[in-house]
């Protein structure tokens, strides 16, 4: 298994799993489209049914008696063909209807990818020997589940870590777009509904006649398995089709954008929508026109209007570059920016928020710009690409992280302010509202890069239907979708997983005082020192007595405040500030007492000494499943988790070295500069490698 199939596999269930399982004996699929997605999901329940249990089951598009059958359709075609259903489900759009009794099986969709849906829930409870009767509908919590892929046009993707696009290649749509079409299988299985194809620092190229023919096979390769795509726009488009301006009030551009949008639709009739980055790390904007970023977003809300597409507008915006002011706190631009434009944008346009205030960091406070935005519609934006998370190189498996924010309370007024009910749009009384999840996938045959990594991927989809859902529950689904039912597997991979971020959280930056890696180029591996004395970071403020940002108001960068005032006094104060968010909000001694009563520098040695501790157990734990798992996939998570045990010393020395020259404070237990598990290159027998001088020599542990 090379990991293509990813979870949807439907490989074969042992007899002895479905014994008395009576399989049903035909599929009647409501609909003889070929690209519609009913008619995709006859054709995904055939292959279930073969493949899981080794049946034929063929597939009809007209009523069939419904005894033994699976009938899948929408309500609205099955209501036509059967009558009036007894007991109508409650569906909202995309809402599916899913009712098992023995063989007797009915699947019905809000609409045509909801029965889809209803189809790939059944399929993963046969997958996972599970036939007990049910009789329920699953609605999602929110409208928008979407995939943004970073493709570049010449087929490279920023932060990608599995591969070359499996869209663009050479300026222009690839000609073979099988994969697009798997893709679009999986993200389908789990409900994702949506799909940004190009990378956030976008191309105008993809704008020209080819391309926009080109999107619409995309598209034409995606929509039988319900899934609608969108683009990134470079805001100064325009300008680089030859008018003089870009400016977002001009008519010139607001004709052209007007006509670009109209010709997309002519190619991609379902188009979802425009996602936009805009005055930001370099990318144009409307402030170069002294126009506000709602007048920017809502240039392409009016475009996208008659077709009903939606502009994504990422609040990803900061200019706080000015090292020299140490009040500067890229953390507060998204506020500053933003919530003085509520109310400003249009009914399309949702802002898109990264999940906290700064990027994708390995521990961060929730972004206080869900609580500020009332009268705008909003989506979280989640990391799947394990960017500053190990680069799927090392095994992180993400939701539990997600989860601290997206189940946060923000206390808005006083009340119960849960941020996956402010993306549901329930909690402000919004219209739209969901998830942006930065995938990344490639053409490597693990999508990512890695197969562990799948699960993130998997269970990005599952929280984006319902952010209330347990992570570990879900990783179970997967591991046993992905790896079958044996039981060693199962704990084994539970427990790896679920361990990864806390390890990798403990062996790479503490006590929310961010990743600690490279920040201005690769964002991989440890680099402590280039977190400050750079635009981009200043955030340790270490010096050789102290560590943490104060972003208080009472005496640092005022972030604290941009919170309601409930959270906002927790943070503010040092004795309410949560150990693993200390030095995200306040400026230390390396000799402060955590509430646990470790100081601050101990805590650090400590806690990257058991963080690569417990990343040596996953490959031990890994290496007990041998013979249980196909050869293939078996080796190349060895591979990984060899690497990652090994990654992970350099990173609890290199991370321990630095704090311990710069504070002089030993450690307690007397491990820092003593590297216990460690092997020099140095004073191996090379062979095609030479020594080299490292950078930050704390990385090395003889420097080379
Ligand atoms: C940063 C990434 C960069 C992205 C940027 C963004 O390093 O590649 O372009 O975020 O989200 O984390 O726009």
Redesign the pocket.
């Known amino acids: 298994d090379n990991g293509l199939s990813a979870w949807v596999r439907y490989a074969p269930l042992a007899n002895s799993h479905h014994f008395h399982y009576a399989i049903p004996s035909k599929i009647v699929a409501l609909n003889t489209t070929e690209t519609s997605p009913v008619y995709t999901a006859g054709q995904e329940l055939q292959d279930g049914l073969q493949g899981i249990f080794g049946k034929q089951v063929t597939v009809e598009h007209a009523k069939c008696p419904a005894a033994s059958s699976v009938v899948i359709g929408t309500v609205d075609e099955y209501t036509k063909v059967y009558g009036k259903l007894q007991n109508s489900p409650e569906l909202v759009e995309d809402g599916f209807w899913l009712s098992t009794k023995g063989s007797e099986v009915q699947i019905l969709g809000q609409n045509e990818r909801a029965a889809l849906y209803g189809a790939f829930e059944y399929l993963s409870m046969l997958a996972q020997g599970n036939f007990s009767q049910v009789a329920y509908a699953s609605n999602p919590s929110a409208p928008i589940r979407w995939i943004n892929q ?1 493709d570049n046009m010449d087929g490279s993707i ?2 990608g870590y599995g591969g070359q696009s499996i869209f663009f290649s050479n300026g222009t749509i690839v000609q073979n777009l099988t994969r697009a079409t798997e893709y679009a299988r999986l993200l389908a299985s789990v409900g994702i509904n949506g799909i940004i194809v190009n990378n ?2 976008a191309n105008s190229s993809l704008l020209n006649e080819t391309n926009i023919i080109g999107l619409g096979r995309i598209a034409d390769a995606m929509r039988p398995y319900g899934v609608r795509i969108g683009i990134s726009l470079d805001f100064a488009s325009p300008m680089e089709y030859g008018l003089p301006t870009f400016d977002p009030l001009d008519p010139s551009v607001i004709e052209w954008w007007t006509n670009k949008t109209e010709a997309l639709y002519q190619q991609v009739p379902d188009m979802a929508g425009y996602l936009v ?1 805009a005055d ?2 370099g990318q144009p904007g409307p402030l170069t026109y002294n126009r506000t970023l709602a007048q920017g977003g809502n240039l392409f809300a009016k475009a996208l209007q008659p077709y009903g597409g939606i502009v994504m507008f ?1 609040a ?1 915006v900061y200019n706080q570059l000015n090292e020299s002011d140490w009040r500067a706190d890229r953390a507060n631009a998204a506020v500053d920016f933003f919530k003085p434009l509520d109310g400003e944008f249009d009914d399309n346009v949702v802002v898109q928020i ?1 999940y906290g205030p700064i ?2 960091q390995v521990r961060e406070p929730t972004s206080p710009l869900f609580a500020n935005l009332h009268k705008t519609s909003t989506a979280i934006e989640l990391e799947i690409t394990q ?1 500053y998370l190990g680069q799927q190189c090392h095994l992180v498996y993400l939701p539990p992280l997600w989860k601290t924010v997206l189940d946060f309370d923000l206390r808005v007024d006083n009340k119960s302010s849960i941020v996956r009910n402010i993306i549901s749009g329930q909690r402000f009384n919004r219209p739209l509202g969901g998830s942006a999840g930065v995938a990344n996938v490639g053409t490597n045959t693990t999508w990512l890069g890695s197969i562990l990594s799948q699960s993130n991927l998997y269970a990005y989809g599952r929280l984006a239907w319902q952010p209330a859902q347990d992570p570990e529950s879900i990783l179970q689904d997967w591991i046993r979708l992905t790896f079958g039912l044996d039981t060693n597997v199962l704990n084994a991979i539970t427990q790896m997983s679920m361990e990864s971020w806390p390890a990798y959280e403990n062996y790479s930056g503490n006590l929310g005082i961010q990743t600690l890696t490279d920040i201005l180029y690769t ?1 991989y591996g440890p680099n402590p020192q280039s977190q400050d004395g750079n635009g981009w970071g200043q955030w340790t403020r270490a010096d050789h007595l102290t560590i943490g940002m104060d972003r208080t108001v009472t005496n640092g960068t005022g972030f604290s405040g941009q919170y309601p005032p409930e959270v906002a006094s927790m943070y503010e104060d040092i004795a309410t500030t949560p150990d693993n968010l200390l030095l995200w909000f306040h400026h230390v001694n390396y000799t402060h007492p955590l509430h646990s009563g470790e100081t601050v520098i101990q805590h650090f040695y400590n806690a990257h000494y058991s963080g690569a501790l417990t990343a040596q157990t996953f490959l031990q734990l890994w290496q007990t499943l041998k013979g249980k798992i196909d050869p293939e996939r078996y080796e190349e998570v060895l591979f990984r988790l060899t690497y990652q045990a090994g990654h992970s010393i350099v990173w609890r020395d290199a991370i321990t070295n630095f704090y311990n020259n710069l504070s002089g404070i030993p450690d307690e237990a007397q491990r820092v500069g003593h590297h216990p598990w460690r092997i020099e290159a140095e004073s191996m027998t090379l062979s095609g490698y030479m020594p080299y001088a490292v950078s930050p020599f704390e990385t090395a542990s003889n420097y080379t």
Do not use: G, L, P, Q
């Open positions: 970073w920023e932060r956030v620092n980055k930001s790390e990422r990803f990264k990027d994708f960017e964002h």
